[in-house]
């Protein structure tokens, strides 16, 4: 075998020089490349999760202030049957500084909604007109926060503006739970 030219020397170190460029290339440039390109994409996608959870988050606080406002106007349940008696004991108190006489009262049964139960009580009463309008005013008032759901008034007596009448009155109050 005869020895290499000068020649052929320099085409062949060019030749193994390409093949080793060509090889460093596609064995560990373009892996490199490919992996930073994931990496910047994955970053990207990360920082939009971040900014959605901080969104999340700011609407969570606004949440929970509004839930807070919403507790103090409406209160928070601990037990139904408490409940009951406050209320029941809340009417009375609304009757007897009207002038009505409360014939006969019970609680309704509790509906439950998502975060909230609506109680009602229903009152049998008789008095005057102007009594069970005050009765009625003192109920609704910003401390009792009860709403007129029913209403009958009747005549049931000889003496004028008597009436005798029957209501319910509902009031929600918000889960303990939530």
Same mark, same amino acid.
């Given at each position: 075998?005869?020895?290499?030219?000068?020649?052929?020397?320099?085409?062949?170190?060019?030749?193994?020089?390409?093949?080793?460029?060509?090889?460093?290339?596609?064995?560990?440039?373009?892996?490199?490349? /490919?992996?930073?390109?994931?990496?910047?994409?994955?970053?990207?996608?990360?920082?939009? @999760?971040?900014?959605?959870?901080?969104?999340?988050?700011?609407?969570?606080?606004? !949440?929970?202030?509004?839930?807070?406002? !919403?507790?103090?106007?409406?209160?928070?349940?601990?037990? =139904?049957?408490?409940?009951?008696?406050?209320?029941?004991?809340?009417?009375?108190? =609304?009757?007897?500084?009207?002038?009505?006489?409360?014939?006969?009262?019970?609680?309704?049964?509790?509906?439950?909604?998502?975060? @909230?139960?609506?109680?009602?009580?229903?009152? %049998?009463?008789?008095? %005057?007109?102007?009594?069970?309008?005050?009765?009625?005013?003192?109920?609704?008032?910003? @401390?009792?926060?009860?709403?007129? @759901? /029913?209403?009958?008034?009747?005549?049931?007596?000889?003496?004028?503006?008597?009436?005798?009448?029957?209501?319910?009155?509902?009031?929600?109050?918000?889960?303990? %739970?939530?």
């Amino acid at each position: 075998m005869r020895s290499l030219g000068g020649r052929e020397k320099v085409i062949l170190v060019v030749c193994v020089a390409v093949v080793a460029v060509y090889a460093l290339a596609q064995g560990v440039i373009k892996p490199l490349q /490919e992996s930073r390109t994931d990496i910047i994409l994955q970053r990207e996608l990360l920082e939009r @999760e971040l900014n959605l959870s901080r969104q999340v988050l700011k609407k969570s606080r606004a !949440l929970e202030v509004q839930y807070a406002q !919403l507790k103090a106007v409406f209160g928070v349940v601990s037990n =139904a049957s408490k409940e009951d008696a406050v209320m029941i004991s809340r009417a009375e108190a =609304a009757a007897v500084a009207a002038g009505v006489h409360i014939v006969n009262m019970r609680p309704l049964p509790v509906i439950k909604k998502d975060i @909230e139960n609506i109680f009602s009580v229903e009152i %049998s009463f008789d008095g %005057s007109w102007k009594a069970i309008s005050e009765f009625f005013y003192l109920a609704q008032n910003q @401390e009792n926060l009860f709403k007129l @759901e /029913e209403m009958n008034l009747e005549n049931y007596s000889n003496s004028p503006g008597m009436l005798r009448g029957r209501a319910v009155f509902s009031r929600i109050r918000l889960l303990n %739970s939530f």
